[in-house]
């Protein structure tokens, strides 16, 4: 299973969006939502929760996100390091997102995941249409404006 996903915002914070793209053999499903009032970081980490709770059945995954904070916070062991901190940072701050960390790391307990980074806007196909799906989810969140005759 291969999971492709990327978080957007206009302005940051203001309207966000996310996408995910699943691959399976032969098999595509797209996924898009967003929220009015949040964050790039949250819609990079949203996007991660939606694609691995949209799976069935535990799974080995490859999931590939171009936001290094999300990757690296896999890779480098930091939410081990924070859930044994008692979700403190390093610094002893009070790590951020925390809810979507937990949700994250849970759903790693489920399926097996390589977090796998890519470049952004670098011409990976399925890294460009989650894009895509993000910056659409973004105009469906953001308020309107102009005058109403």
């Known amino acids: ?19 995910v793209v699943l691959l399976y053999d032969s098999h595509r499903r797209e996924l898009s939502g967003g929220e009015k009032h949040t964050t790039n970081q949250r819609m990079e980490m949203t996007a991660a929760v939606e694609g ?13 996100s ?10 480098q062991k930091w939410l081990a390091r924070w859930e044994k901190n008692g979700w403190q940072t390093a610094k002893k701050t009070p ?8 949700e994250l790391f849970a759903l790693t307990r489920v399926h097996q995941v390589k977090w796998v980074k890519v470049p ?21 969140y953001a308020p309107v404006t102009g005058n109403a005759e």
């Open 95 to 102: 790590v951020e997102n925390r809810g979507l960390w937990e």
């Open 52 to 64: 691995l709770k949209a799976l069935k059945y535990p799974c080995r995954v490859k999931l590939y």
């Open 1 to 19: 299973m291969e999971i492709y996903t990327d978080g957007a915002c206009s302005g940051n914070p203001g309207p966000g969006g996310w996408g």
């Open 120 to 140: 952004g806007h670098a011409g990976n196909k399925e890294n460009e249409r989650c894009d895509e799906l993000a910056r659409e989810a973004v105009k469906r």
């Open 66 to 75: 171009d936001s290094a904070y999300l990757v690296n916070a896999f890779n």
